[in-house]
T-cell receptor, first 115, second 111 residues
Framework: SQQGEEDPQALSIQEGENATMNCSYKTSINNLQWYRQNSGRGLVHLILIRSNEREKHSGRLRVTLDTSKKSSSLLITASRAADTASYFCATGASDLPGANSKLTFGKGITLSVRP | DAGITQSPRHKVTETGTPVTLRCHQTENHRYMYWYRQDPGHGLRLIHYSYGVKDTDKGEVSDGYSVSRSKTEDFLLTLESATSSQTSVYFC??????????FGSGTRLTVV
């Protein structure tokens, strides 16, 4: 079963606007990650936030994590047409060695940025 | 990022035949994963490995087996392919920062 669920399923914005995507999850986590997938390609890691962190930045990306609400958001500021892609959140239960070192992915959000 | 190569990139096979997909990495990463991606389901974990000869099942492992006889190669075998196994298969490795690096995928069609 999926751990993370992204919202909305699809988002269409104008270039230059900000894009906000949300992820909710059900069980406790060690970390939460966001990935981007361009059409026909593999997923690309964007950012990781640990359960003891509340906010993290990377370039035009800002990720927040609220463990009390079991939710995360990904904000892309000043969007570009090249940001058009699918975005996935993924949760990790543990970063310890062994059997729990796996990520569970959501179904993804399709972002379209209109030029 | 790790060099990670999947082969083949595309394959069409007949129902009932065995199929093996290969994932090769060049940087001695310990953790490797096989996912399948289907419309409406996102990515689902099939099997993963946390070392040579150490593998475990994911959420959709029925009909699949894996082998990891050396660090750089992780093989996924469909023992007897079915139409429900038509999918895009992705291999991934876990980097030191705990993020995953994915291969380019194998598009498998079972007819």
């Amino acid at each position: 079963s999926q751990q993370g669920e992204e919202d909305p399923q699809a988002l269409s914005i104008q270039e230059g606007e900000n894009a906000t995507m949300n992820c909710s999850y059900k069980t406790s986590i060690n970390n939460l990650q966001w990935y981007r997938q361009n059409s026909g390609r593999g997923l690309v890691h964007l950012i990781l936030i640990r359960s003891n962190e509340r906010e993290k930045h990377s370039g035009r990306l800002r990720v927040t994590l609220d463990t009390s609400k079991k939710s995360s958001s990904l904000l892309i500021t000043a969007s570009r047409a090249a940001d058009t892609a699918s975005y996935f959140c993924a949760t990790g239960a543990s970063d310890l060695p062994g059997a729990n070192s796996k990520l569970t992915f959501g179904k993804g959000i399709t972002l379209s940025v209109r030029p | 990022d790790a060099g990670i190569t999947q082969s083949p990139r595309h394959k069409v096979t007949e129902t009932g035949t065995p199929v093996t997909l290969r994932c090769h990495q060049t940087e001695n990463h310990r953790y490797m994963y096989w996912y399948r991606q289907d419309p409406g389901h996102g990515l689902r974990l099939i099997h993963y490995s946390y070392g040579v000869k150490d593998t475990d099942k994911g959420e959709v492992s029925d009909g699949y087996s894996v082998s990891r006889s050396k660090t750089e190669d992780f093989l996924l075998t469909l023992e007897s392919a079915t139409s429900s196994q038509t999918s895009v298969y992705f291999c991934a490795i876990r980097e030191a920062n705990y993020g995953y690096t994915f291969g380019s995928g194998t598009r498998l069609t079972v007819v």
